[in-house]
């Protein structure tokens, strides 16, 4: 059954450290990345020191000013600004360059991953919310990374450096720093927690809404059909208004955390002048040594305060990760083996022993089926909807792994083939023959990658169905148009038999889609059909029962259990199941 891929309760710091680990691109060049930061924060804390010494050696420690010994150490001053800007640029360009790299690394493996699940898994969530996982949730992170990861870096190393030299300069001072920013740090975590909640609401708001938008959008002829215009766009005003309402709380937290930096630093310089001047001079507090304090207490309030505001995105971002590791830790429940034994050249047999499958809610789709499909036969699967048809589809292919029993396919258990000589072998053509936004030949081409054209061509004059592509704008270039919307049900689903042709598969599961097909193209398409399956394994869903006439055997399912087999002629004279469903069938046909 499938797991849910729901985002894992881990903090933002553990969240990062994941991060890391599946995109070892994040980590490439950080090790020279940290010692151009600590360089930058080394010239930085220059300029005090300089200040520090022309106020009690230079000006206040001599009877004239040393102009040439100013000058001196104000350029030393200058040069140490100079060399921390350059520094620091080149860090936040180094970490910029690795976090973009990196992060579309993670982009592709949670992608590659979303294909590696199940169709069930997939089928199971909004389309939208798996859309975010790999655009706007890789985002927020990509906005974190590239300018507060390295106000993080930066932002540490200038708070270690200062703290060495306010204890150098005065032990007494630092103390009362060190205390009030461990004060404010224990706070700041605390809150944390707080904004941690309230940034996990926002981003599953923004699924939310990525979901309900697409919705609306790919339905849009049904909504236009039934006039549902007004019900539509309220329900995504109130998607939108969700995530607005909880967008607002989100920024209330993170205002309030920013007042409170500003509170700190201001109380922690009071703090520092007040007490340093009780101090006096007496107690080796100089006026140089205070005034070099309070550069020192800007140059460690300065990271805090920015620290407030980094946690903030920090907080985006860690929420957007976690949703990505929910889909990154979601195993598939139907794995790929990668390695094991192929299945044989020729012709497949398909067998399947006492096999029952259950979706996670509901009854049993199907119930101890055990059926063997012969090499080369042509198979009908037939029952009421929701009677186990398109399950048993979905078994044959390994879209599906039963519940129990065990599926074989050339005599060898189905799940230990690897995909990539499953895929070669077994083609499945759904009901809804799915198209991407490309042009009719790219659509083609899925079912043989590198196919000329022509050889596209071919296959078209090999299913006759070489005039009907002819007799588009721009023949086997015709665009599609997204889901393949500028055709009719009928071509797209030429257009797929053509590019399951292409593949050549020893096996073909077809979930037949002619009833909602136009007279003329239904006898293109079942010229296509034919073709299509002659000479070797073909399981068909039929939706017409015209079909499990042709068919060398039928199967019948009522409920999930396979209730008759047998030709169409036997099942007819069994007067069961079949026959009823066939006079049905043809008192619809007649009326």
Not at 29 to 47: P, Q, R
Not at 253 to 270: C, K, P, R, Y
Not at 362 to 389: C, F, I, M, N, Q
Not at 509 to 533: G, H, Q
Request: aromatic share 6%.
């Amino acid at each position: 059954m499938t797991t849910s891929t729901a985002a894992p309760s881990i903090g933002t710091a553990t969240a990062l450290r994941r991060a890391f680990k599946e995109s070892p691109e994040l980590r490439k060049g950080l090790g020279f990345t940290l010692v151009l930061a600590f360089i930058g924060t080394g010239m930085a804390i220059v300029v005090p020191i300089m200040i520090q010494l022309i106020i009690d050696s230079d000006v206040l420690g001599t009877d004239e000013i040393d102009m040439a010994s100013v000058l001196r150490k104000g350029a030393i001053a200058f040069g140490a600004m100079l060399i921390s800007a350059l520094a620091g640029r080149a860090a936040v360009i180094r970490l910029s360059i690795a976090s973009s790299s990196g992060l579309s690394d993670l982009r592709v493996f949670t992608f590659r991953h979303l294909h590696e699940l199940s169709v069930l898994h997939v089928e199971s969530e909004r389309r939208g919310a798996l859309v975010s996982r790999v655009t706007s949730d890789v985002d927020t992170i990509m906005h974190f990374m590239e300018w507060g990861g390295v106000g993080i870096i930066i932002g540490s190393a200038q708070v270690v450096l200062a703290v060495i030299v306010m204890v150098y300069y005065d032990w007494r001072l630092a103390l009362l720093v060190v205390i009030g920013v461990t004060i404010y740090a224990v706070l700041l975590g605390w809150f944390q927690q707080i904004l941690r909640r309230a940034h996990d609401r926002v981003r599953g708001r923004v699924a939310d809404t990525l979901a309900a938008l697409g919705e609306a959008i790919a339905g849009l002829p049904v909504i236009r059909a039934f006039g549902a215009e007004d019900a539509t766009i309220e329900n995504v005003r109130a998607t939108l208004d969700a995530q607005c309402d909880e967008e607002y709380r989100t920024a209330k937290l993170g205002a309030a955390l920013f007042s409170s930096a500003e509170v700190f630093a201001g109380l922690l310089t009071a703090s520092v002048i007040g007490i340093g001047v009780v101090l006096g001079a007496s107690s080796g507090t100089s006026a140089g040594t205070l005034l070099a304090f309070l550069f020192l207490v800007n140059l460690l309030v300065e990271p805090v305060q920015m620290l407030v505001e980094t946690l903030d995105h920090a907080q985006t971002a860690g929420a957007g990760l976690r949703r990505i590791l929910g889909v990154i830790d979601t195993e598939s429940d139907v794995p790929d083996p990668l390695t094991g034994p192929k299945l044989p050249d020729g012709g497949l047999d398909v067998q399947f022993e006492d096999v029952s499958f259950s979706y996670p809610t509901g009854e049993p789709a199907l119930r101890d089926v055990s059926v063997h499909v012969d090499v080369g036969s042509r198979l009908a699967v037939v029952g009421e909807t929701g009677s186990g048809k398109t399950t048993f589809a979905k078994l044959v292919t390994r879209l599906l792994d039963p519940t129990s029993g065990r599926v074989k396919v050339g005599g060898v258990a189905i799940d230990e083939v690897p995909f990539r000589d499953l895929r070669a072998k077994v083609a499945f053509v759904p009901q809804e023959g799915f198209l991407f936004d490309n042009s009719i030949a790219a659509n083609v081409r899925y079912g043989k990658p590198g196919a000329t054209d022509g050889e596209v061509r071919a296959a078209f004059r090999d299913l006759e169905l070489e005039g009907w592509v002819d007799a588009l704008p721009n023949g086997v270039d015709t665009q599609v148009g997204e889901r393949g919307g500028q055709l009719s049900a009928g071509e797209r689903q030429l257009v797929a038999m053509v590019r399951a042709w292409m593949a050549a598969p020893d096996l073909l599961v077809l979930d037949e889609a002619t009833s909602a097909v136009d007279p003329s193209l239904e006898v293109k398409l079942r010229r296509a059909i034919e073709r299509l399956t002659s000479g070797r394994t073909s399981i068909t869903i039929a939706h017409r029962l015209s079909t499990a006439e042709a068919a060398d055997r039928v199967l019948v399912f009522d409920r999930g259990v396979l209730v008759e087999q047998g030709d169409h002629d036997a099942l007819l004279a069994a007067g069961g199941v079949y026959a009823a469903l066939h006079a049905d069938w043809e008192r619809g046909t007649t009326e």
